[in-house]
């Protein structure tokens, strides 16, 4: 979506940490999320963040927003294969049940 | 289990024979969304219903209809299909209930138009 910009590609060796980000542009979203989506598959949440933290932390996912800045992003502690898989940002502004999503970032974890 | 069905999950067609792509949720959700995804362009929302009864466009609706009867129930419908219309589809749904609209997704069905 035009209005939600992420880079296209990461690559990382297993083990290390990735970082996905994303840009984004309505001040008013309430709720920042981010979906994986596998191979064949649908498109599944993975976590989302309330716009006034700042961080939240779930098992091996980290979520950071700089509201100012309109940023988010998205941390994989010891990546694993079974986390290769196609990233999305998305928002949700006040008061709108469409999501506006970015482009997504595909991720390729190697040996 | 809750779930968001699509059917058919692949399907080839030839343009202009129309054809609908059902979806059905038993999550008693209100909301309902059609999306397309294409490379490098993410998600782009095709139709929405808020509920029975009420649906409006998103923004990319030229080439589609929709309609919702039935709660469970939101069919795209393609009445002249055109190859620029080959793309996978998602169908989703959330609650009304709360903000933090999570939508749950189908699996997706992939459609080429000849």
């Known amino acids: 979506g035009e209005d939600v910009e992420q880079s296209l590609f990461l690559s990382v060796r297993e083990g290390d940490s990735s970082v996905i980000n994303c840009t984004y542009t309505?001040?008013?979203?309430?709720?920042l999320y981010w979906y994986k989506q596998e191979p064949g598959a649908g498109l599944q949440l993975l976590t989302y963040i309330f716009s006034n933290m700042d961080m939240k932390q779930d098992q091996r996912l980290t979520v950071l927003l700089n509201k100012k800045d309109k940023h988010l992003s998205l941390r994989i502690a010891d990546t694993q294969t079974g986390d290769s898989a196609i990233y999305f940002c998305a928002e949700s502004p006040r008061g709108d049940y469409k999501l506006s999503f970015g482009a997504g970032t595909t991720v390729t974890v190697r040996a | 289990e809750a779930q968001v069905t699509q059917n058919p999950r692949y399907l080839i067609t030839v343009t202009g024979k129309k054809l609908t792509v059902t979806c059905s949720q038993n999550m008693n959700h209100e909301y309902m969304s059609w999306y397309r995804q294409d490379p490098g362009l993410g998600l782009r929302q095709i139709y929405y219903?808020?509920?029975?009864?009420?649906?409006d466009k998103g923004d990319v609706p030229e080439g589609y209809k929709v309609s919702r009867k039935e709660k469970r129930n939101f069919p795209l419908i393609l009445e002249s299909p055109s190859p620029n219309q080959t793309s996978l589809y998602f169908c989703?749904?959330?609650?009304?209930?709360?903000?933090?609209?999570?939508?749950?997704f189908g699996a997706g069905t992939r459609l080429s138009v000849l």
């Open positions: 309505d001040s008013s979203s309430t709720y």
């Open positions: 219903s808020m509920n029975v009864e009420v649906t």
């Open positions: 989703a749904s959330s609650s009304a209930q709360g903000e933090r609209n999570i939508q749950y």
